[in-house]
């Protein structure tokens, strides 16, 4: 089982530009959560998707969106880079068991984005 | 509003000696917790879970949390540090329930540095 993979490892990009992040979760999870972690600070929530669908959201502008495709791995979107938005992003996969979203979340090694 | 607050950014511990890092939530629900470590430009790799019955809980390498609701903490333990536990260390929550998001809230980190 390879785990929560993501990609790319890093990333450059300059202000105003557009980035895509891919995640592809543990093999049986179904829920891709996404959160940024800025650096010194620890992890915030982006959103999460369930069944192709984003279905809760943290404070986050609507800059950042997200897809999940059929096979459960997931896209992270910013449009209009800011340098506010360098940071490590996270990925985690969850199963959604016995109707709880509470569950443990196996987080991926991150992109590293550096927004110049 | 909800939140996870660990009260040490930095602390610095001699190998084999005890440690303990605090963990305070503001969350009011039941809540499920945990305990995660993340090495320097990795990803965060849960050490141990609280999600009801027994209190205190084992995890991996040697370490343990308990969970007292009256203090609404969740402090991590280890007896004895070992040099390759140097790391930051994020505590976590979230909340049960039928309204629960599977959203989690971290709290700012503890770096940890083990002197020989």
């Known amino acids: 089982d390879a785990g929560v993979t993501q990609s790319p490892t890093h990333l450059i990009k300059t202000r105003g530009q557009q980035v895509t992040l891919r995640c592809s979760p543990k093999?049986?999870?179904?829920?891709v959560s996404w959160y940024q972690q800025a650096l010194g600070q620890g992890p915030q929530f982006i959103f999460q998707?369930?069944?192709?669908?984003?279905?809760q959201r943290g404070n986050f502008p609507d800059r950042f969106s997200g897809h999940q495709f059929p096979n459960y791995s997931s896209e992270l979107n910013v449009n209009a880079l800011l340098l506010g938005d360098s940071a490590l992003y996270l990925c985690a996969s969850s199963p959604r068991t016995s109707g709880s979203w509470a569950n443990e979340q196996f987080f991926g090694p991150g992109t590293r984005l550096t927004v110049l | 509003a909800q939140s996870v607050t660990q009260p040490d950014i930095h602390i610095t511990v001699s190998e084999g000696a005890s440690l303990e890092l605090r963990c305070n939530y503001s969350y009011g629900a039941t809540p499920y917790l945990f305990w995660y470590v993340q090495s320097p430009g990795q990803g965060l790799q849960l050490l141990l879970k609280?999600?009801?019955?027994?209190?205190l809980v084992q995890g991996i390498k040697g370490f343990e949390a308990e969970f007292k609701r009256s203090q609404s903490s969740f402090n991590l333990r280890k007896p004895s540090v070992h040099w390759s536990d140097a790391a930051e260390y994020f505590c976590?929550?979230?909340?049960?329930?039928?309204?629960?998001?599977?959203?989690?809230?971290f709290g700012q980190g503890t770096t940890l540095q083990v002197k020989p």
């Open positions: 998707y369930y069944e192709e669908e984003e279905r």
């Open positions: 609280y999600f009801s019955g027994d209190t």
């Open positions: 093999s049986g999870h179904d829920t």
């Open positions: 976590a929550v979230g909340r049960h329930g039928s309204s629960n998001t599977g959203k989690l809230i």
